[in-house]
């Protein structure tokens, strides 16, 4: 249902607003709707027309019992889609509908001008669509059950993907040299010298490394891949023994996959810039006097923090704020940095009114990762009361492990590094010569979860065909997992890690 | 110009969105099917059991990915607290089956009773019940059905009456969006209206006897627990109202309730006509045998105190129970003492006779075939 006359009033005095601010958001496109049709969008991920997949049914099923319980509720959902379109709980209160607005402007604007969001197919509700309809017409092919179970198998590797690829070539394109230069290429070069200090310049062993870094840069031509490649769906389809629809869904999977990406780079900027904005917007212009305990209760809902859990809107928030505030100040820089005085410090104040410019910037360039790297400082951390936490396998709980800025900010980077996914390559696709795949997990401390890790080759290995092999670390050791098509093996292994 | 992505089209979202729920809602009957088996042996679900709904564990139905040991994960927090404080509970995986695939992920469905009937049903390729069918007895039942004009006011149907008068409203003209206060008048007011249905009744009774002499172990009430929470499960999924009795003997037998039933440990002797005697009586007084459908099911583990003594239940049975019952089952735990001779002479003595259904089960794992070789009948 579009909009009320009321709220459409509402709707244009908030959009005002937002222009006055300076907000650069695509034209957003507002529906009504009840709490079911908001639960059955939000299984879709947003958007009303999806393939049809059990996951989705699972989804829903879990939103309507949660829903029904009062654990959650979705006041609003918007779609990174140029116009965007945005849901408005039917049943909020009008104070709830002014905020949500507000705070879809913010995101609109953040879709429109994120340097990540920068390569999304804007017109993805129709391509969702499109998607759906081809979907179904394999299904009507070759049986809804077989198509279901290769959707099964693809997402199952959906996070597999290279988000950084989308803004630079990950391969120089090959170049295509004339036969005969290859041959020369073999030459060993010899370093220029006179002739009498020729062993001295170019020492055997000097000759020999070149030798070997030739030799080394032949195999690897010949190898497939050249490179580790992180695109693992890429890489199947382009190399899989595959039927064409098969291919196809591959890719649309992969599609969807890679428009979800910068949602999940960029979790934490973009709640906390539509925080940032509605709660300017409502607090400075659009708040009347009787809503103000309700927006009050509204926002404090959204900001509030559960101990041992993250609130992406108010860590966001707090952050923006604190960046505005030291820009303002000119807390930054080298001469800051390197006062000692603490009461120098904590009065610093340059006037410099630079705050707004420089979030606007910060919104534009950054990612979660690059966002917290460049702008968490040790007062913030400790202002918010910023901690990190364990497992502790003796008592079976989660205790506070510490308080240091530096490791928290490690752990925090390294929860958004790759949205907390492994990082899995393909490193061969041609092993012991068999046509079995080779994969390698990078192992950067963390383990990966093995029986999900064994199912999950087993999905790899009903499209590849052959025999898939994952390099990993359990527990300390390097192994190599596998399944053939009958059986899981798991064997330790000294091997030479590609990906390091 | 903004195109509306959804406008009018409602409806087919929601055609979209049942279909997948529907798939989901398959996928997960078909994991409970494949695994009833193991849920029928362990006994888990009982536990679990609430008014209509019975909640099971699945073991993963999402999709595997490659993901990271979550225990190993650890984060960032925001609040109060010194290094040390406990801020949660690690999720209790894998309860009290060490060893199997630790930190599996397990989904908790809520299956109605009805429907884990009907896979138990399907499953087993249990037919239905063929009901003794007391034609003659008739219940009303008064539903609400529809609505009417005219009813006593406790009856008024607020949302109808509000949409009457909000209608008749609008076309006078006497509405108005800045103050809409709606008054029905007498023609607005719509009143529930229920019709009264007739339906032959069918009244179904188990009796259940239990053998709690010294020689019935925990395991083998174990047995018998599961065993018959599956039979009532399927019993109560063919009638409706079903009425439930406990009997536990030794060499004497008494009435408890159902607590007590699965609990008591008893010693002593085992006289087994007590039960059958307690039984018949019970019929007598609360089940006139040809109102209702009745089903006793009788668990020892075999071992009588006398011949004699069997004697005396072969008559008890052959004059008195199996004629008013629909059927007599008989299941018979291993002793770990006796020699289970009860079952021998039941099976002789009763071989030809149709009622009587016996069976042995040995280990939780016979179950399975114990409760489809008793209900595999469909009487």
């Known amino acids: 249902m579009p909009l009320t006359p009321d709220l459409e009033t509402l709707r244009r005095e908030i959009r005002g607003y937002a222009r006055e601010y300076g907000l650069d958001f695509f034209e957003v496109y507002f529906e009504v709707i009840g709490h079911d049709q908001m639960n059955e969008i939000a299984a879709y991920g947003g958007f009303p027309t999806r393939y049809p997949h059990w996951r989705f049914g699972m989804e829903y099923e879990h939103l309507k019992k949660s829903y029904t319980y009062g654990l959650h509720r979705i006041y609003e959902m918007v779609i990174n889609n140029d116009p965007c379109t945005a849901y408005l709980l039917e049943s909020n209160a009008l104070v709830d509908q002014k905020i949500v607005m507000a705070h879809v402007y913010g995101h609109s604007d953040f879709f429109k001008n994120n340097v990540w969001f920068s390569r999304t197919n804007r017109k993805m509700l129709d391509e969702m669509a499109n998607h759906a309809t081809r979907v179904r017409r394999y299904m009507e092919k070759n049986g809804v059950e077989v198509v279901e179970d290769f959707v099964d198998q693809c997402l199952s590797i959906e996070s597999l993907i290279d988000p950084h690829s989308q803004f630079f070539a990950r391969q120089r394109p090959r170049e295509d040299k004339p036969e005969g230069e290859e041959e020369d290429k073999q030459v060993v070069h010899r370093l220029r010298s006179k002739d009498y200090m020729m062993n001295f310049i170019n020492p055997p062993q000097f000759l020999e490394a070149q030798r070997q870094r030739l030799e080394d840069d032949r195999l690897k031509a010949r190898r497939i891949p050249e490179e580790p490649v992180r695109d693992v769906m890429k890489f199947l389809i382009d190399h899989a023994p595959i039927e064409n629809w098969q291919r196809e869904v591959l890719a649309i999977i992969r599609d969807e996959a890679y428009y979800f990406a910068p949602q999940g780079q960029t979790k934490i900027m973009n709640e906390g810039w539509a925080s940032y904005w509605h709660s300017k917007i409502m607090t400075e212009k659009a708040l009347t006097d009787a809503e103000v305990i309700d927006y009050a209760d509204h926002h404090s809902g959204t900001v509030a923090s559960h101990p041992g859990r993250l609130n992406p809107y108010k860590l966001g928030l707090e952050l923006y704020k604190d960046i505005e505030d030291r820009w303002n100040r000119g807390r930054f820089g080298k001469e800051y940095d390197e006062c000692d005085d603490h009461r120098e410090k904590r009065d610093w104040d340059l006037h410099l009114g630079l705050g707004r410019e420089k979030i606007f910037e910060v919104r534009r360039i950054h990612n979660d990762v690059t966002f917290l790297d460049a702008f968490l400082t040790p007062e913030f951390c400790a202002d918010q009361r910023l901690f990190t936490f364990g497992y502790n396998k003796k008592t079976g709980t989660y205790n506070i492990t510490a308080r240091e800025f530096k490791k928290i900010k490690d752990q925090l980077l390294f929860g958004l590094t790759n949205h907390g996914q492994p990082f899995i390559f393909v490193t061969d696709a041609n092993h012991d010569n068999r046509g079995e795949l080779f994969l390698e997990h990078r192992h950067e401390g963390l383990d990966l979860k093995v029986d999900w890790a064994r199912e999950t080759l087993r999905n790899i290995h009903k499209i590849w065909t052959r025999p898939v092999h994952l390099m990993t670390v359990v527990e300390e050791k390097r192994k190599i997992l596998s399944f053939d098509g009958a059986d899981y093996a798991e064997r330790d292994t000294t091997d030479d890690v590609a990906v390091a | ?379």
Request: proline letters at 5%; hydrophobic letters at 35%.
């Open chain 2, 1 to 379: 110009m903004i195109p509306g992505p959804i406008q009018g089209d409602a409806v087919t979202i929601m055609a979209r969105i049942e279909q997948d729920h529907n798939r989901f809602k398959q996928i997960v009957r078909g994991r409970i099917k494949g695994n009833l088996r193991k849920y029928i042996t362990r006994g888990e679900l009982i536990g679990r059991k609430g008014k209509d709904l019975i909640s099971i564990p699945l073991p993963q139905i999402d999709l595997p990915r490659f993901v990271f040991e979550p225990r190993q994960k650890g984060g960032v927090g925001q609040g109060e607290g010194d290094i040390g404080s406990v801020i949660g509970v690690g999720e209790n995986e894998g309860t009290g089956e060490a060893g199997d695939a630790p930190g599996q992920h397990v989904m908790e469905v809520d299956v109605p009773l009805e429907e884990l009937a009907r896979i138990l049903g399907e499953e087993l390729q249990l037919p239905s019940i063929q009901n003794k069918g007391r034609k003659n007895i008739v219940t009303e039942k008064d539903r609400y059905t529809g609505i009417a004009m005219a009813g006593p006011e406790s009856l008024r149907h607020f949302k109808r009456t509000y949409k009457e008068a909000l209608k008749r409203q609008i076309a006078s003209g006497t509405y108005s969006p800045l103050n809409p206060a709606i008054i029905p008048i007498r023609k607005d007011k719509r009143y529930r209206s229920w019709r009264v249905s007739r339906m032959p009744e069918c009244n179904a009774a188990i009796i259940y006897m239990m053998d709690v002499s010294g020689s019935m172990g925990e395991e083998q009430k174990e047995i018998v627990r599961i065993e018959s929470f599956w039979i009532d499960t399927w019993l109560r999924s063919q009638y409706q109202g079903i009425q439930v009795r406990y009997i536990v003997h030794d060499a004497e037998a008494r009435e408890v309730d159902q607590e007590t039933f699965y609990h008591t440990r008893e010693s002593g002797g085992t006289v087994i006509s007590s039960a059958y005697k307690l039984c018949d009586r019970m019929i007598a007084k609360y089940f006139p045998p040809d109102e209702w459908n009745i089903y006793l099911f009788h668990f020892s583990d075999g071992d009588n105190w006398s011949q004699g003594d069997t004697e005396e239940c072969f008559t008890i049975l052959r004059e008195l129970l199996v004629p008013r019952s629909n059927m007599f089952c008989y299941g018979q735990v291993e002793s770990p003492y006796g020699t289970g001779q009860f079952l021998a002479d039941l099976k002789e003595n009763f071989s030809a006779v149709e009622k009587v259904v016996v069976s042995q089960i040995e280990s939780k794992e016979a179950i399975y075939a114990s409760i489809k070789e008793f209900l595999g009948k469909g009487r």
